[in-house]
């Protein structure tokens, strides 16, 4: 099925909902367009990876052998109907041509979960309609959390890439969240299901919630994307991670630029065989293994993480490990839990540039529990052990001055194997203290201390 049935219901509508490009957005990717534009369209770009591999090698995608164009209104009106007909004319085995100097509108939620050896190419600007009401019904319920996506995208060896816009109408939804924390806000690049592809060279801007949520896929790169979208109200634009990653095996992250409101990636249960590179993060909460331990009678599994050259800036965190205490606790009305199980092993952060950075490094398994001494009464299960923070460099902010990093495990009998070496991070007076609880402090390099400032 192609359409949701109350979607496919609204095409048919004879009023449709306008769309009302973001104005920044908008004039950012004009400014890039081409003074005669032409149906030519580039080659798919090669996706390298460096310096470091996926630990599982990635398989490049055949030459493709037929060209469909994206017809568009170009004038504000719903597009989805032009984007499917050209989509399935050139499944298995063609181009679809979002074309440059053209502005498309979706205002239908898609499902695209049957791609089949096919090829994205996105010169265009897309924008998903301000319709609130719609795509609350509407929008794609995923499994975890209460994430829901504009569309899925999923199949087999599809590259999505072309240097275009995808923007998704943010700021109606951060002013609507501001009123009410329960409602839905869609995730804007929902890759769900996708098994061999790329995804690259693309701009997203102003999601309502996350950039980009990639669930129950394997073998995914993502590369050269830039991110960006801040609020223009008083209502901050909230839970806008970059990447976050959910049952998902070998995705690589790299060559980007994040300017965001929340992590810039996110490892969340059952995400394996990640690879994380070169990436300049401004705003986030870091690049984070979880949260973990949510939900009570699940096992969440993080193994086999590197992350490896990142630049961090004006963020909560740089490197962090988050796992939910041993039982139920509210980090907001929104998100709670608390008393899950599972483990994190095998995690390598190396070579992170840090400024005005809270923490350089947090671990902490009393997420959503601001009370420790509750958080200590009822400790996480869930094992961290191999973990290895090498090679930080910079400077934190003055929020936990002297501090600089907080590595505080829920009881020493789950923690192991935690190391921290070569870290050369100041706060702003110089000083460099961590706060360092139930592991091992032979294996860490830093200047442990019992003065314990509270984590994010």
Same mark, same amino acid.
């Given at each position: ?32 367009? /081409? ?9 798919? /770009? ?13 398989? /490049?995608?055949? /030459? ?62 897309? #924008? ?5 009401? @719609? ?9 975890? #959390? ?18 275009? %816009? ?85 995705? %690589? ?35 984070? $293994?979880?949260?973990?331990? #949510? ?12 992350? @490896? ?17 041993? *039982? ?15 483990? $994190? ?11 005005? %950075? ?14 420790? %001494? ?18 930080? *460099?910079?400077?934190? *902010? ?38 360092? #609880? ?19």
């Amino acid at each position: 099925m192609l359409f949701k049935t109350s979607a496919f219901l609204l095409g048919l509508q004879a009023t449709v909902s306008l769309a009302s490009p973001s104005w920044p957005s908008l004039q950012e990717w004009k400014k890039h367009q /081409p003074s005669h534009p032409s149906n030519h369209f580039p080659h798919r /770009p090669n996706v390298h990876c460096h310096p470091h591999s996926p630990r599982k090698p990635h398989h /490049p995608s055949p /030459p493709r052998h037929k060209t469909c164009y994206v017809k568009s209104h170009d004038d504000g009106r719903d597009d989805s109907k032009y984007i499917l007909e050209a989509i399935e004319k050139c499944n298995h085995g063609g181009n679809v041509v979002f074309k440059e100097d053209t502005q498309y509108t979706i205002g239908t939620a898609l499902d695209l979960t049957f791609l089949q050896n096919i090829d994205l190419i996105i010169q265009g600007y897309i #924008q998903f309609t301000n319709d609130t009401d @719609y795509w609350q019904a509407n929008s794609f319920p995923q499994i975890f #959390q209460n994430v829901t996506t504009f569309f899925q995208l999923g199949g087999s060896d599809v590259n999505v890439y072309g240097g275009g %816009t995808i923007d998704g109408n943010g700021q109606v939804w951060y002013d609507l969240y501001a009123k009410d924390i329960y409602i839905l806000r869609p995730v804007l690049f929902g890759t769900i299901g996708l098994h061999g592809g790329s995804i690259s060279n693309l701009n997203l801007r102003y999601s309502p919630q996350y950039y980009n949520f990639i669930a129950n896929s394997s073998d995914v790169i993502f590369s050269d994307i830039t991110i960006a979208g801040a609020s223009t109200s008083s209502n901050v634009a909230k839970n806008t991670d970059g990447w976050d990653t959910y049952r998902s095996d070998s995705i %690589t992250i790299q060559n980007s630029v994040i300017n965001n409101g929340d992590d810039c990636v996110s490892f969340k249960p059952n995400s394996t065989n990640i690879l994380v590179q070169n990436l300049n993060c401004n705003g986030s909460h870091g690049i984070s $293994v979880g949260s973990l331990g #949510q939900y009570v009678g699940e096992t969440d599994i993080v193994e086999n993480v590197y992350v @490896y050259n990142i630049t961090m800036s004006n963020a909560s965190d740089g490197a962090r490990i988050k796992v939910w205490p041993g *039982s139920a606790s509210a980090l907001s009305g929104d998100l709670q839990g608390g008393g899950g199980t599972g483990s $994190v092993k095998n995690v390598t952060y190396n070579t992170f540039s840090v400024a005005n %950075t809270d923490y350089a490094i947090e671990l902490t398994q009393c997420y959503g529990q601001k009370n420790l %001494t509750a958080c200590n009464e009822f400790p996480s299960s869930l094992t961290i052990s191999d973990v290895l923070f090498e090679n930080f *460099s910079g400077t934190t *902010s003055k929020k936990y001055n002297p501090n600089v990093g907080y590595l505080v495990c829920s009881s020493p009998d789950v923690c192991s194997d935690i190391k921290a070496t070569n870290i050369d991070v100041k706060s702003p007076t110089g000083t460099d203290g961590f706060t360092c #609880q139930n592991l091992d402090e032979s294996a860490l390099s830093v200047n442990c201390t019992t003065l314990n400032l509270g984590s994010n």
